[in-house]
């Protein structure tokens, strides 16, 4: 059984840093592309990073470039969110996803998702 559980989220001001964790399970971890979308009430799911399958390659949304990293570790079956600089409106849930390449995710396209995590950014 696939299972992508999120950790981290949680209750930060303004220009503070978070880290998401990603743990995979029951998927060959090292044949995927992995990725981070975020979604706010009212609002679909948007994509914000992701990650090739061998991790030398990364793609974010305009919004995140210079704050967010993505991050993974193939012996780990473990992806990650480095977030800093957080802004109000980096407020969401964010869900880690799991594609047949970067490109998929990048155009929404993935095979499992996530539970996600709430982030909340206070001013």
């Known amino acids: 059984q696939v299972q992508l559980l999120e950790s981290g989220g949680g209750l930060v001001q303004a220009g503070g840093s978070l880290r998401l964790t990603c743990a995979a399970s029951g998927l060959t971890f090292s044949k995927r592309a992995m990725g981070w979308f975020r979604q706010t009430p009212g609002k679909e799911r948007g994509f914000v990073a992701a990650i090739n399958l061998t991790g030398g390659a990364t793609y974010y949304t305009d919004s995140v470039k210079g704050r967010f990293t993505i991050l993974r570790d193939n012996a780990k079956d473990t992806v990650y969110l480095q977030m800093n600089s957080l802004k109000v409106e980096d407020t969401a849930v964010y869900y880690c996803?799991?594609?047949?390449?970067?490109?998929?995710?990048?155009?929404?396209?993935?095979?499992?998702w996530g539970q996600g995590t709430q982030v909340t950014v206070s001013s």
């Open positions: 996803a799991a594609g047949a390449s970067w490109f998929a995710l990048i155009d929404g396209r993935a095979d499992y």
